[in-house]
């Protein structure tokens, strides 16, 4: 074996491989079951957020608002109705207005602290949903949102 052919090896070793995993084997194996709770909880809530911004807007479209006022508002009415925890319910104010579905990801990734994201994986012949796996790798600090 030549000298360029041990270090192609040598460097190959080093470059490829497996890390341990970054979560733990039981957390990894309940992800499906949070993600699915928090995102049954979810939808309620955000059908309940989209009904109660078409209320507000209209009551206050004519003096105008700022979205912190709504923010606001929603926080604190959300959280007396549902008994939540405000950082859960202020998820839904975001300017980008996320889905049911992106709001119970960020959730997931506050709960695990790792940043979390959903992969299609395959397909149902009749276009139901897929199956998919939830990833998730640490923050570092970042914001992932």
């Not at 979205?67 to 109705?81: C, D, G, I, R, T």
């Not at 008994?83 to 959730?107: G, I, K, M």
């Not at 149902?124 to 990833?135: E, T, W």
């Amino acid at each position: 074996m030549t000298v360029a052919k041990k270090w192609k090896k040598k460097l190959a070793r080093d470059w490829h491989g497996g890390s341990e995993a970054r979560l733990k084997k039981e957390v990894r194996r309940s992800l499906h079951v949070q993600y699915d709770e928090i995102y049954e909880t979810a939808k309620i809530i955000k059908r309940d957020h989209d009904a109660a911004l078409l209320r507000f807007d209209k009551a206050h479209r004519r003096s105008g608002y700022k979205p912190a006022q709504w923010q606001e508002f929603w926080v604190k009415y959300a959280s007396e109705l549902y008994e939540y925890d405000p950082a859960f319910v202020s998820l839904f104010t975001n300017q980008d207005n996320p889905s049911a579905s992106e709001v119970a990801y960020r959730q997931l990734s506050a709960d695990t602290g790792q940043r979390c994201w959903k992969i299609e994986t395959s397909q149902k012949a009749d276009n139901q949903s897929g199956f998919f796996h939830i990833l998730c790798e640490p923050q570092n600090g970042r914001d992932v949102y």
